[in-house]
């Protein structure tokens, strides 16, 4: 009976490692419903941000979407701008989201990256 119940907990758990390994919804609609449902998310960057040393800088941002629409797994994976700020509020704006859901047992990943530009019109403060 023992030996039943181990072989029909393992046949499960290698059911859970093929189910999560599976494709799911297409990444470039899950940017796009991003981007569109962002809110005031651009404009309190663009209030957080100040390049005074640099012209530009980016901050690519990942984050997976499970078969509920719930996001997981979010982190920063590049980032040129070294601003926690920042980083901290993309992760907790992401982590408020909820996303359309993709097929049943599969889970979305993507990538998206912010780029910050010097404004050209800023005048630079000489100290």
Not at 66 to 88: A, M, P
Request: proline share 3%.
């Amino acid at each position: 009976m023992m030996i039943k119940i181990l072989f029909s907990i393992c046949l499960v758990l290698m059911a859970g490692c093929a189910i999560t390994h599976k494709r799911g919804a297409d990444a470039q609609l899950t940017v796009d419903y991003y981007l569109q449902n962002r809110g005031t998310l651009p404009s309190e960057l663009s209030k957080m941000v100040t390049l005074d040393k640099i012209n530009e800088a980016d901050v690519t941002i990942q984050w997976s979407v499970n078969d509920k629409g719930e996001t997981q797994d979010i982190t920063i994976e590049h980032d040129t701008l070294h601003n926690e700020n920042v980083n901290t509020l993309l992760i907790e704006h992401l982590k408020t989201m909820k996303f359309p859901r993709p097929p049943n047992f599969t889970v979305t990943t993507v990538e998206y990256t912010y780029k910050f530009q010097k404004n050209q019109n800023q005048k630079i403060q000489k100290k």
